[in-house]
């Protein structure tokens, strides 16, 4: 279960074809709360120091993925951090808004889908951590 505010699973149906493999499915509005505005996807995480993300999105929601392989994902409210292991297919995490997140421990093989609420646009991003916390009032 997670815990720290703006951020949530999201099971997606499993349907199973037996020695044919699954099928997970996502359908707009329905299995995530937002309109689909831009599909992306992260692969080629080879490297064991990899670190992605380490940013929070002002307005952005999107829901992260794991369709190949495992990785780490850490969320952080600027109060409470929680960390979660993605490793099937059918199970996400959705990341609202002032959420700072980050992504380590790939296998070789892990591919990442992420399904967002806008287009792409850099002043949505918060890359400072001190910025995300003045962001969200808990700046010491
Ligand atoms: P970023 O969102 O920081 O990646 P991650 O969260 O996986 O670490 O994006 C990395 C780079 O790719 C950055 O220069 C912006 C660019 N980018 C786009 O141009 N369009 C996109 O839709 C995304 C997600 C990233």
New binding site residues.
């Given amino acids: 279960m997670l815990t720290v505010k703006n951020c949530d699973l999201v099971q997606l149906p499993q349907i199973e074809d037996g020695i044919d493999g699954c099928i997970s499915v996502v359908e707009n509005l329905k299995h995530i709360k937002f309109e689909i505005k ?1 599909v ?1 996807y ?1 692969y080629n995480l080879g490297n064991a120091n990899a670190i ?4 929070s999105h002002k307005e952005l929601e999107q829901v992260i993925f794991c369709v190949n392989g495992s990785f780490l994902l850490s969320v952080d409210d600027g109060e409470n951090k929680q960390s979660i292991v993605l490793d099937k297919p059918s199970l996400g995490v959705y990341l609202g808004t002032n959420l700072w997140h980050t ?1 380590t421990d790939f296998s070789k093989d892990c591919v990442l889908l992420v399904l967002a609420s806008e287009f ?1 646009a ?1 002043s949505d991003y918060v890359r400072d951590y001190e910025q995300f916390l003045e962001y969200v009032g808990k700046k010491k």
Avoid: L, Q
């Fill in positions: 831009r992306y992260i992605r993300g380490k940013h992504m792409f850099e």
